[in-house]
């Protein structure tokens, strides 16, 4: 199978860490019999130094063209002070946008190997946590119009959340198909004992739970959900919200599991095309140094493997060799204990391609 990868490094970490995951996926291509090619595109904030924006159009048609992106993270100090309209952050709006992908996919699963590097109490976290989280991307407040104005002498700001019934629609069906191939127990999250828009997300949720019986369907208002998250985690199997509700929980979620740079994710179309990247920021303050963890990026494209490529086989096979380089011992920074190997990013990336 030959697949065409559009490879956007970004800012900070973001060149290290993918480079890593390109390891994986050419120790994939040549295990499996796969043949991956890159097409290298600029974004985030070394787009605006080469060129103003924070992604050509040029950027975003080899982007629209690829079978799927691989992303690291972009941003950082030096690009803060920007118009904000050509941000380095816009450039993920805009390729989210441009694609169509409205479906993100955050799973959240705590490693048997670093359940002690966990914030929660053992007694909380021992009988495992994995959750997805499923979160829509392109619409809601992110995307709502929004204004600045004057009134009576002091500075007002508006921005609007909507959603319509079509886009609550796809996003509850990803989380119900989701939900029906993991444990077939859903929790819709909203604020619908405030909001309008939460109250359209709830009777379109109840809805389409009508053609999924068999799945355990339950709502749950958001402020909740962030205490039943630290509270007992293990209780949830798949989780749907809108978008910033989303964006704050699957963050939270995210560090149950001891570290950031732990979790992969998935941002989806209504067809094969997806955009996969690590969760975590640029983090421009150890970029250089050989020591980000680049766990989340390869766990990343594993989900390629498996959403974008239908590669099931191939995305075990990282997700065991991952297993393996945690078993053995071996540990980045963020997740180093005395009794553990610390290695840098590079190791840890060699380490895992040569398990596979």
Known sequence: MKKNIAVLKGDGIGP???????????????KFGHEFTY???????????????????????????SDSVLLGAVGGPKWDNVDPSIRPEKALLAVRKELGLFANLRPTKLFPQLADASPLKENIVGNGIDLMIVRELTGG?????????????????TDEMTYSEHEIERIGRVAFESARKRGKKIASVDKANVLDSSRLWRA???KLSEEYPYVEYSDILVDNTAMQLVKNPGQFDVIVTENMFG???????????????????????SGTLGMYEPIHGSAPDIAGMDIANPIGTIMSVAMMLRFSFDMMEEADAIENAVNKALDDGYR???IWKDRFKKVGCKEMGAIIASDL
């Open 16 to 30: 290290e860490i993918v480079d890593q995951a390109i390891l994986v996926l050419d120790t994939v291509g040549k």
């Open 39 to 65: 097409s290298y595109v600029d974004i985030g904030g070394c787009s605006i130094d080469k060129y103003g924006v924070p992604i050509t159009d040029e950027g975003m048609a080899i982007c629209k063209a």
């Open 141 to 157: 407040i992110y995307f709502g119009a929004r204004r600045t104005t004057i009134e009576n002498g002091e500075k007002t700001a």
């Open 204 to 206: 379109v949720m109840h």
């Open 247 to 269: 964006d704050i929980l699957s963050d939270e979620a995210s560090m149950l599991t001891g570290s950031i740079g732990m979790m992969p994710s998935a941002s989806l179309s």
């Open 332 to 334: 980045t920074a963020d």
